[in-house]
Every structure is written in structure tokens, then in C-alpha cells.
């Protein structure tokens, strides 16, 4: 159980294009969901909470109007990099809160290159 | 806030050997912690967590770690490594409020 996907596994796109990245809890619904960005050889870092219905919650320093979030239902959240640039390269990872329990289940994250 | 300290970017140990991997946390409140392992171009896998109750805690994968709130630590042990122990290990520490904060990671090479 508890087991979180995400789509593509990996994407490579040109500058200057968008880029969409799916969440899915695939077991159970996940009113909240999180994106991470980790760069190589580097921690976790928490970009936004995401909340079924609601707008996100961006942490400091995140663009909101790049990183553009979307939690329509308690299955599915979606990260879009709008106008990617190189410096965007990274690996993106989302979560989902288990419901009853107060632990994070992880997707297998996706590989993003801007060319 | 809160915020997790891990001693030790890269940790090699002989087949068979003890793993000790070190956390230690700051908190206000009671916290919540967690150890993830990260394989290769992978998403994270929750090894064990603490939250109340019993300070030692099991874990998947033969790993277990204690929670010393007196040393502000939770530190990770395995009594005999594998192979396929080598990975990234992350400490993390929450409020409860789900959202989580980690280390920076300690890389586990395991030696044949």
C-alpha cells in the first residue's frame, strides 16, 4: 500500500517551453501533497504544499508564477515549469501525506533537462 | 523550526559491519522523525519513524534507531551491512504538521 507514481520519469524539453509533472497516490487519497527539488549530491528541498482544492503553499524564495501547482482531486496533483530555463535542470520529487498516519510516501521522482 | 544536523556526508563500511549513521535534531515542540534511503536516481523509501511511544524503533531492512531526547538524536544502525545497503540516507524531523525537514544526506558505500 501507500504507493505514490509520477509521470514522466524523466523529460527533456528546450528553453522557453512548459513542462508538466503528475503526482499520483495510486492506494489512497492524499489530501495533501508536496513537491521537493534535489539537486545532484544535494537534500530534499520542499518547493510547495499542495492541498486538494485549495492553492498552494509555496515556500520562501519558490516562484509561484513558475512553478505552477494544481491539486484537483485527492489522487492527483501537477507541477508545471512554465518558460523552463536551464537552471530549472533538476530532479523533482512530490509526496503524499498518508491520511490517517503522519508519514510522507515519496514518488520515484522525475529527471527534468532544459536544453 | 525545526532542523536536522547529520554528521558524516559519506560513510564506508566493510561487508558485514556495523552501520552507525548520525542525526541530530533541533526542535521546540515534540518532534516527529523519520529515516528515508534514496537509491539512484530514485524517490525516497521510509526506512523507520519515530513519533511517541517506544524510543527504540525497528525498521524496514534490518535498520533500527534509537530516540535519545536528552542528546536531541536519532541516530541509524544496521549490525551487519549489505551490499545493497549502499544508498543515500536522509534524517528528517517534523512537527506533525507533515511537512518535513532534512539533512543533508549521508552516502553509504559498502565494502566487498
Known amino acids: 500500500g501507500a504507493v505514490v507514481s509520477q509521470h514522466p520519469s524523466w523529460v527533456i524539453c528546450k528553453s522557453g517551453t512548459s513542462v508538466k509533472i503528475e503526482c499520483r497516490s495510486l492506494?489512497?487519497?492524499?489530501?495533501?501533497m508536496f513537491w521537493y527539488r534535489q539537486f545532484p549530491k544535494q537534500s530534499l528541498m520542499l518547493m510547495a504544499t499542495s492541498n486538494e482544492g485549495s492553492k498552494a503553499t509555496y515556500e520562501q524564495g519558490v516562484e509561484k508564477d513558475k512553478f505552477l501547482i494544481n491539486h484537483a482531486s485527492l489522487t492527483l496533483s501537477t507541477l508545471t515549469v512554465t518558460s523552463a530555463h536551464p537552471e530549472d535542470s533538476s530532479f523533482y520529487i512530490c509526496?503524499?501525506?498518508?491520511?490517517?498516519?503522519?508519514?510522507?510516501?515519496f514518488g520515484p521522482g522525475t529527471r527534468l533537462t532544459v536544453l | 523550526a525545526q532542523s536536522v544536523t547529520q554528521l558524516g556526508s559519506h560513510v564506508s563500511v566493510s561487508e558485514g559491519a556495523l552501520v552507525l549513521l548520525r542525526c541530530n535534531y533541533s526542535?521546540?515542540?515534540?518532534?516527529?522523525l523519520f529515516w528515508y534511503v534514496q537509491y539512484p536516481n530514485q524517490g525516497l523509501q521510509l526506512l523507520l519513524k519515530y513519533t511517541t511511544g517506544a524510543t527504540l524503533v525497528k525498521g524496514i531492512n534490518g535498520f533500527e534507531a534509537e530516540f535519545k531526547k536528552s542528546e536531541t538524536s536519532f541516530h541509524l544502525t544496521k549490525p551487519s551491512a549489505h551490499m545493497s545497503d549502499a544508498a543515500e540516507y536522509f534524517c528528517a524531523v517534523s512537527v506533525g504538521d507533515y511537512k518535513l525537514s532534512f539533512g543533508a544526506g549521508t552516502t553509504v558505500t559498502v565494502r566487498a
Open positions: 509526496s503524499a501525506e498518508g491520511g490517517s498516519t503522519d508519514t510522507q510516501y
Open positions: 526542535s521546540s515542540v515534540p518532534p516527529y
Open positions: 492506494d489512497f487519497q492524499a489530501t495533501t
